[in-house]
């Protein structure tokens, strides 16, 4: 060992009176891998000491006893990954993807530890009773929580396009108030959906305002991430400024052929926020398809009221022509007047549907394949119960541009799926795998420090994570461990049920969920609470 990493394992080592100077004994080491996301120069090779559910040396171990030694030479130890944006939570405990599947198998074999849910402004709003329910019944992985401004606004104003009374306001400032008291991260929004459509940025300001107090962070699902990106992207901007909160443009993206490249000036948007002083940053998943509900393709205005109304509404002859001539506009526009670009994803009142593009559903009836008739298929499924769906609208000339921004965070924007179920998008599956082979072994669009840097130290500093998403001595232990050069996603469009390859051990504070490339069926995950 030289004198450098002597002094620096000298270092650790007084910084705990449990480390390996006074205690030989740890419950894991993870020997000889190259190590990132520490303070030794990235891939460093070292050793890493584990005691109970955190970080107790790093250095070099050789001669220190452990319940388990792992061999990992050769291997990338990286911090656990924190999806920025994930859906396994739910919006309630009963109907949360991750308490009916805690081992969330997709994500724990990507090298994920820790998820971010209540996104896109839909959350429970007991926050403190889901995480107690977390607490009492663990998951596989971490979770931490958001409150959901459509949630909060559904609950109190309903699903209607009118302004909150000033009455309404402060119950729901008192609703956000409340679940950052019991641990929320921050508020979240989904404006491009109903009934989060219906409020202005001053009424998002204004409920940003508590989660501010906090310290908490704002993340947004944009207004419009086509035709007016810059100005929703500005939106955002304006909320993080009139609040004196911390905010996040969440999946970032630019929807519509006709508006591909725009990512540069959104991007600039964000730069120029933060010259003027504003904490602004973005997350990203690494695919050109979104994935969404079938109403995305309706106008607002058509769904005022919720989704009944919306039914109700395509009953009248009248409005139903209005409502498929902007359908017809939405997927000429928006989807490149192109009805193979949306696909059904998940149909449950007909599974025989799924994976099916609005295209192939005409083909399948004889019918021609054109914009109105790929309009009269959308109202039609929608009518049967909807469906969800993917958008295969982007360019990757943004998704790169997206995710070399220096701000911008990794998230996958999916949940925990059960395996074999409907035909969802693959970013469920292979998110964070796609990023290390795709971006970083392949296209050398990024390193492999910047990468994991990305998915792990960054959302952590935005979402104010304080004991994870490094290595360090006294820090919460968890931690990936891969073969760089055996990372591969392998879920694809149209069969996307499909584990990501590569990843050899995932501890959980502490613990093995993966060993040796196999679940263990621990479950030592932890509920988040931001700390205060």
Not at 259 to 267: F, H, K, T, V
Not at 323 to 335: C, F, M, N, T, Y
Not at 462 to 476: F, H, M, Q, S, T
Request: with cysteine.
């Amino acid at each position: 060992m030289t004198a450098f990493f002597l002094a620096l394992f000298l270092t650790f080592a007084t910084q705990n009176a449990a480390t390996a100077q006074v205690d030989t004994t740890f419950s894991v080491i993870l020997s000889g891998g190259h190590v990132y996301g520490s303070p030794l120069p990235a891939g460093t090779v070292a050793d890493i000491g584990i005691k109970g559910d955190r970080i107790a040396a790093i250095g070099d171990l050789s001669g220190a006893d452990a319940a388990r030694r792992l061999d990992v030479t050769g291997m990338v130890v990286a911090p656990g990954f924190i999806d920025s944006h994930s859906h396994a939570t739910g919006s309630s405990p009963s109907g949360s993807a991750l308490v009916q599947r805690p081992l969330a198998e997709n994500y724990i074999r990507q090298g994920v530890t820790t998820v971010m849910g209540g996104q896109d402004g839909s959350s429970t709003l007991d926050i403190g009773g889901f995480l107690a329910w977390l607490d009492q019944d663990p998951a596989a992985l971490n979770v931490g929580l958001l409150i959901g401004h459509g949630s909060i606004r559904g609950a109190v104003v309903g699903q209607d396009d009118r302004a909150a009374t000033p009455e309404e306001m402060e119950r729901m400032k008192s609703l956000v108030a409340k679940a950052m008291q019991d641990g929320a991260f921050g508020l979240s929004s989904g404006l491009e959906y109903t009934p989060g459509y219906f409020a202005d940025a001053r009424e998002v300001a204004v409920l940003a305002g508590p989660a501010a107090a906090a310290g908490g962070l704002y993340i947004s699902h944009i207004r419009d991430e086509g035709g007016r990106l810059l100005e929703s992207v500005r939106e955002v901007i304006d909320v993080a400024a009139a609040a004196g909160i911390r905010a996040q443009v969440t999946h970032h993206k630019v929807i519509g052929k006709g508006r591909w490249g725009r990512s540069a000036e959104s991007l600039a948007l964000i730069d120029s926020a933060r010259t003027a002083g504003l904490d602004v940053s973005s997350d990203q998943y690494p695919y050109t398809a979104s994935s969404t509900g079938l109403t995305i393709l309706f106008p607002a205005w058509a769904k005022d009221g919720g989704f009944e109304a919306l039914v109700e509404r395509l009953a009248d002859p009248t409005t139903r022509a209005r409502i498929r001539a902007e359908v017809s506009e939405h997927i000429r526009i928006e989807r490149g007047a192109d009805p193979a670009t949306i696909v059904a994803a998940v149909c449950d009142f007909n599974p025989s549907l799924n994976g099916k593009s609005l295209a192939d559903l005409l083909a399948d009836r004889g019918l021609p394949v054109t914009v109105e008739g790929a309009a009269d298929m959308a109202i039609e499924l929608v009518e049967a119960g909807s469906c969800s769906g993917v958008f295969h609208s982007m360019s990757e000339e943004d998704v790169e541009r997206i995710m070399q921004h220096e701000m911008t965070s990794i998230s996958s924007d999916g949940g925990v799926p059960e395996f074999g179920s409907g035909v969802p998008h693959p970013r469920n599956y292979g998110t964070f795998a796609r990023v290390l082979s795709r971006y970083v072994r392949e296209r050398n669009l990024l390193d492999l420090e910047t990468a994991i840097h990305k998915m792990t130290r960054l959302p952590a500093a935005r979402y104010g994570i304080e004991d994870r998403g490094r290595l360090a001595v006294g820090l919460k232990a968890d931690i990936a461990v891969f073969r760089a050069e055996d990372v591969r996603d392998t879920a694809e469009f149209g069969a996307p049920h499909a584990y990501a390859e590569g990843f050899v051990h995932v501890l959980v504070n502490g613990r093995p969920v993966l060993l040796e490339g196999k679940m263990t069926g621990l479950r030592p995950g932890q509920a988040l609470r931001m700390a205060r």
